[in-house]
């Protein structure tokens, strides 16, 4: 009876390794895509003035966009500029005294919309990551979103709810927020921003997974083309232990979606 029950112990222990083995091999096989799901029309290296072509270039930026002036109010006035333009190209007086500075602070407006074109991860999380051995799901839900879709230039808005399950290192709540307020303020469609947000809390705290649920209302939808107003666009994305465990996956889905 003792060889039968050490048997039976060894072969548990050797199932606990290969399902151990088996779940960092799909942690590490996430940790190789991370490429794959950046925003596209990133630099896969970042430009400097020996890129050629790129010889007298006084200033580079190496996220969204390849170039960028050395602070965004210089782009106002160039801005307003285009802004006045289109207000002529409506049929309307850009110098009566309604309009007369609207070209600036539609300009200023949308510098605030995209703002997030000049924050980067490593700035934003400002070192609050904490080692702690917690290793039960982590959920912030319900975090105010606002964004800008990228094909007809009005707003998208809704709620943003991220989970992880810890692998040794927390994230500082407030981050999370932070994190959505990155993507989000930058021109953007739903399905992207979604990844984005997950992507990037891998890459803050590598847990051992990360799910994030976006509900949002588009505008496009609401004031032009099908005028649905009660409309609503569910986006998820599920890395790591929540694509391959149905059951962590559902308590994420529970927390995340009860109301």
Not at 233 to 241: C, F, N, P, R, W
Request: with cysteine; proline share 5%; net charge neutral.
């Amino acid at each position: 009876m003792a060889t039968t029950n050490g048997s039976s112990c060894n072969n548990s222990e050797n199932q606990s390794t290969k399902k151990n083995k088996s779940f960092h091999a799909v942690i590490q096989r996430t940790w190789d895509h991370l490429d794959d799901v950046e925003a596209p029309g990133t630099p896969k290296t970042p430009r400097t003035s020996t890129t050629p072509g790129h010889e007298n270039c006084t200033f580079h930026h190496d996220l969204e966009l390849d170039h960028k002036p050395p602070t965004r109010e210089a782009m106002l006035p160039e801005m307003s500029r285009s802004y006045r333009l289109l207000l002529g190209s409506l049929g309307e007086n850009p110098d009566r005294q309604g309009l007369l500075k609207t070209p600036e602070r539609a300009a200023k407006a949308m510098l605030f919309f995209t703002k997030g074109y000049d924050q980067n991860l490593e700035e934003v999380l400002n070192d609050a990551i904490f080692d702690e051995d917690h290793d039960e799901m982590v959920v912030v839900k319900d975090i105010e979103m606002f964004s800008m879709c990228e094909h007809h230039l009005v707003p998208f808005y809704g709620k943003v709810s991220i989970g992880y399950l810890p692998s040794g290192k927390v994230l500082g709540l407030s981050k999370l927020a932070r994190i959505v307020e990155i993507y989000s303020r930058r021109l953007q469609v739903q399905e992207r921003l979604t990844k984005q947000i997950a992507v990037a809390v891998l890459k803050a705290v590598q847990p051992n997974g990360v799910a994030v649920i976006i509900e949002g209302t588009h505008m496009c939808m609401v004031m032009r083309g099908v005028q649905k107003i009660n409309s609503k666009t569910v986006t998820s994305t599920m890395l790591g232990v929540f694509r391959d465990d149905q059951r962590t996956r559902e308590e994420f889905l529970k927390l995340a979606l009860d109301r």
